[in-house]
């Protein structure tokens, strides 16, 4: 067990619909970052936010967008899905090795959000 | 084309052999390189972590080594355990100045062992 809990395990949504998933990082970790992982496209590097502010942004579409809150749970919102969202979602936390956090910080991975798109 | 190529996509070993995986990458400027396990349907977990200047590194029986001149990494495993079968991603960070570090996956070797 990591430490880094994601709601809900499972999500069954309809194309054209929106849906948020939800992450809490593990106890003192400032650093939260979002993954898509698909059959297709294997994993794939979202966005990272520190205390709140958005710190790094990968591959994330313009559909998608996520927040910090100043309990530093994080929710990830997918909008106007596609059959193409489908995909295992993570999120991971890490500890911050300076003011900003280091790079070489280790991340701690939830169990992950199964999306499935119909 | 992947900024990450692994090889080889899958292995097969028996329990208690050697094994090495391999990473090349071309993502630039370089910042760090991982090695992540990830079991089916669960999240990776966090095996090694190396800067430029970091030429190897251990974690218990894996072993990760990192050429940044040829931009290769390799990961190996050392008396294999039947619970070593999973997925092994390697992850290389690229500086992004004030946009913040890129991170690029590789597809992932999928090592089975067999009793």
């Known amino acids: 067990d990591s430490g880094v809990t994601q709601t809900p395990k499972h999500l069954i949504t309809a194309t054209g619909q929106r849906v948020t998933l939800r992450c809490s990082p593990r106890s003192g970790d400032l650093s939260v970052y979002w993954y898509q992982q698909s059959l297709d496209q294997g994993l794939q590097f979202l966005i990272q936010y520190y205390n709140g502010e958005e710190r790094a942004k990968g591959n994330i579409l313009e559909r998608f967008s996520a927040q910090q809150f100043p309990d530093l749970h994080s929710e990830l919102n997918l909008s106007s899905l596609e059959l193409g969202d489908s995909a295992l979602y993570f999120c991971?936390?890490?500890?911050?090795?300076?003011?900003?956090?280091?790079?070489?910080?280790?991340?701690?991975f939830g169990p992950g959000t199964r999306l499935t798109v119909l | 084309k992947n900024q990450v190529e692994q090889s080889p996509q899958s292995l097969i070993i028996l329990e208690g052999k050697n094994c090495t995986l391999q990473?090349?990458?071309?993502?630039?400027?370089?910042?760090?390189l991982r090695w992540y396990k990830q079991d089916t349907g669960r999240g990776p977990v966090s095996l090694t972590i190396?800067?430029?200047?970091?030429n190897t590194k251990s974690n218990g029986r894996y072993t990760a080594t990192l050429d940044a001149d040829t931009k290769q990494s390799s990961l190996h495993i050392t008396a294999s355990q039947l619970s070593d079968s999973a997925s092994y991603i390697c992850?290389?960070?690229?500086?992004?100045?004030?946009?913040?570090?890129?991170?690029?996956f590789g597809a992932g070797t999928r090592l089975t062992v067999k009793p």
């Open positions: 991971a936390s890490s500890v911050p090795g300076g003011s900003l956090g280091s790079s070489t910080d280790t991340q701690y």
């Open positions: 992850v290389v960070s690229a500086y992004g100045g004030d946009l913040g570090n890129d991170m690029r």
């Open positions: 190396m800067t430029f200047s970091e």
């Open positions: 990473c090349n990458y071309t993502v630039s400027p370089f910042s760090n």
